[in-house]
Every structure is written in structure tokens, then in C-alpha cells.
């Protein structure tokens, strides 16, 4: 298979387009993709401050180089959730965030959550109802609530994450099997800020194959933790990828039509306005964060179950 | 009789650090079937370069396949 631009070997066929690229054409394709979904979905303007959450992994990776190489003022935020696992998971992927930054000359700030709040991701959430069984629930509440509070501190209009067609995909499926139309009106390439308080939310690579960021990665020659999450085995993620993979396996293209058609029949009203809920947010009465709970947020009340008196973590 | 210098007929398929052996002449996008994986879920390289899985494979290739789905 030849590149279809110069005609070289090609490094990657993405059949959906019906497309093959060598590794220098790919290399530009990738930013050139991205910028359009940013023009598209209106998520960013060329001045503007942005915040990238890296995980060490090659989509936040891989975004973060991008938005580089496309001349946005963009910073990094790692959050290390003090995950082990005998693999040192978040001590590795921290050691990429910070050489990837250091080589790049971008700046990358490092919260990290047992040292802030007094307890690692694993621990916390052993000591509460959401995260009991696993931690996954607890570690997506912690880093939203994170990262939004320096959004909002810090004055970033936006903050970025390296969400996928794949990931976005199954997000979808995940909730059109259970019509959790709270989920699925609130699911878009933009969450916007709605409320003062609320970080704007912006996914790049929403229309880009997770297999293409992967490749981009390795093209690029970003070092990236190769091992997954160890709480990640067994998610409903992974097994909903799974089942897409197989139709596109078939149907090339058919988790980008998917993914595009529901946008589009959004657009059209396929949700009854108000569906969100969101209009019932108010300010947490502690840290001031939006929540639609009464009083306290859920990140303030889980560190208030799960951590001693006199270990309370710093009012954010 | 014997060839001691005979060439394999088989390619190998490298998944996370695990050898697999396939046979040779087909393509690798059917190789990476037989060996049960999604073609959609791996990228494949070959002396560290990318490479499409429309490549036949040949007698004693060794191909690095870089799983690319993420559960987070």
C-alpha cells in the first residue's frame, strides 16, 4: 500500500477514509485533522490559554504535542493519584509527563493527590460507597474536581483532554444501551462553560481514531506508558471498544458514523431541552465548585468520610 | 532428505512481549485475526517501522504488534 499523497510505502491505511499515509504525510495529517474539529466545534481560539490533562498516556500526549506544534498557548497538568499496584503505575507516568514537558520546553504543573489530600486514589476510595469495589468512579470525580479548580484559579479558558473517536464511541454506546439521557444530552466535543465557576471542556481528537493517535505517538517518538491503569481491566470501556472494533472490522467507518450521526441528530433535537439537568447547579457551600447536590460537592464529602479529623485535606 | 538451511515458513507475531507463531504467505491483516486479535485494536511494525496489515508476511519476519486500546 502506497502513501496516497507522495507515493511512498505507507505507515498507516485508516479505512474509514479510504486513506493511507506514509509517516511524513500522517505526521501533519494529524494536527491538520485537529485543528478542524477545533475550528468545527468552535473550542478554542488561537490566543487563548489552554490546559492539557496529561495522564502519561499517548492520546493526552500525543494532543499536548499537537497543540504545540499548532501554536497554542498550552500548558500541562498531571495529576498523580498515588496508584502502585506493585508497577508503580503513576510514579512512571509521571516520569513521561515531566521529560516529555522538559524536552518540549512546555510547562506542566503536578498535583499530586496523596500529598494535597492526605490519601492515594486506591486508599480513598476503599473508604467510600462510590469507590468500594473500584476506584475508577472516585479517581474520574478527584481529577474533574482538580483540574477544573485550576482552570478556574488560574485563569485557563479551556481545559483540553485527549478523548478519542474510541473513547467517545463507547461512551455512547454505554449510554444509549442504558438511554441515560442526563449522559447523553451532555455528551459533545465542547462542554461548555455554563456557569461561572465551570471550566470550558474541549476534546480535540474526538473525531480521531484511537488507533491513529497511537500512531501518531509512536511516529512522533513520544514516550508513553504502555501498560494500562491496573484498575482499567475489566472496565465496561474496554469491553464496549471491543464490540466496536468488530462492526468496524466490517463497516469500516462505522464507529465515526456513529459517533457524527448522534452529534447530528442532537443538533436536531433529539433531546427534549432541559434534559441535562445542569440548570440545578448550585455552588458547593465548601469549596464553591458547581454541583448539583445539596450543600456539599461529592469530591468535598468524599474526603470528609474518608479522611480522619485533623488529616483534612486543605479547603480548595 | 533433510535442508538443515531451510528458511522458516513461519512469521512471527510479538503481542506484548508474547511470541506467536503464524504462517507465512498470508496477509497480516489475516494473520492478526488467526492469532485473535482485532485488526482495528493494533498497529503493526516491522524493524520499527509502521507498516499496513495488507503486507504479505514472509519466512521468518518478525512483526511487533502495539496494542492500542486503552481502558481508561
Known amino acids: 500500500m502506497r502513501c496516497r499523497i507522495c507515493g511512498a510505502p505507507a505507515a498507516i491505511n485508516m479505512r474509514q477514509h479510504k486513506l493511507a499515509l506514509c509517516r511524513a504525510h500522517f505526521v501533519d495529517w494529524i494536527p491538520e485533522q485537529t485543528e478542524r474539529a477545533i475550528d468545527h466545534y468552535k473550542m478554542a481560539d488561537r490566543g487563548e490559554k489552554l490546559l492539557v490533562a496529561v495522564s502519561g498516556g499517548k492520546d493526552s500526549l500525543a494532543l499536548w504535542d499537537v497543540l504545540h506544534r499548532l501554536g497554542y498557548a498550552a500548558d500541562g497538568v498531571y495529576i498523580d493519584l498515588g496508584i502502585d499496584e506493585g508497577i508503580g503505575y503513576s510514579g512512571k507516568s509521571r516520569a513521561l509527563c515531566e521529560s516529555f514537558a522538559a524536552a518540549r520546553g512546555l510547562n506542566l504543573q503536578v498535583v499530586s493527590v496523596p500529598a494535597v489530600y492526605g490519601a492515594s486514589i486506591p486508599d480513598v476510595a476503599k473508604k467510600s460507597m462510590r469507590g468500594r469495589r473500584k476506584p475508577c468512579s472516585v479517581c474520574g470525580l478527584v481529577k474533574r474536581h482538580i483540574m477544573n479548580r485550576i482552570c478556574r484559579e488560574q485563569g485557563y479558558a479551556a481545559l483540553a483532554t485527549g478523548h478519542n473517536l474510541d473513547d467517545e464511541a463507547a461512551v455512547l454506546l454505554h449510554n444509549a444501551m442504558t438511554w441515560s439521557g442526563g449522559y447523553l444530552v451532555r455528551q459533545a466535543p465542547v462542554l461548555a462553560a455554563t456557569r461561572p465557576g465551570l471550566a470550558r471542556k474541549i476534546k480535540p481528537f474526538c473525531r480521531i481514531y484511537e488507533r491513529e493517535t497511537a500512531a501518531y505517538a509512536l511516529m512522533q517518538k513520544i514516550e508513553y506508558i504502555y501498560e494500562e491503569c491496573p484498575y482499567s481491566e475489566g472496565s465496561s470501556t474496554l469491553y464496549y471498544k471491543e464490540i466496536l472494533n468488530r462492526m468496524e472490522e466490517d463497516r469500516p467507518g462505522a464507529k465515526l458514523q456513529f459517533y457524527l450521526a448522534f452529534l447530528q441528530a442532537k443538533d436536531q433535537g433529539l433531546f427534549a431541552p432541559g434534559a441535562s439537568g445542569e440548570s440545578d447547579l448550585h455552588e458547593c457551600a465548601q469549596c464553591g465548585q458547581p454541583t448539583s447536590a445539596p450543600g456539599k460537592c461529592a469530591f468535598c464529602r468524599l474526603w470528609e468520610n474518608a479522611t480522619p479529623p485533623g488529616l483534612r485535606p486543605p479547603s480548595p | ?72
Do not use: W
Open chain 2, 1 to 72: 532428505m533433510l535442508r538443515m538451511d531451510a528458511q522458516p515458513l513461519t512469521t512471527t507475531l510479538i503481542h506484548r512481549g508474547k511470541r506467536i507463531e503464524v504462517r507465512s504467505g498470508s496477509t497480516l491483516r489475516d494473520a492478526i485475526r488467526k492469532a485473535g486479535f482485532s485488526p482495528e485494536a493494533v498497529l503493526a511494525a516491522k524493524d520499527g517501522e509502521l507498516i499496513t496489515d495488507d503486507r504479505i508476511l514472509l519466512p521468518g519476519d518478525e512483526i511487533l504488534l502495539v496494542a492500542v486500546i486503552s481502558g481508561g
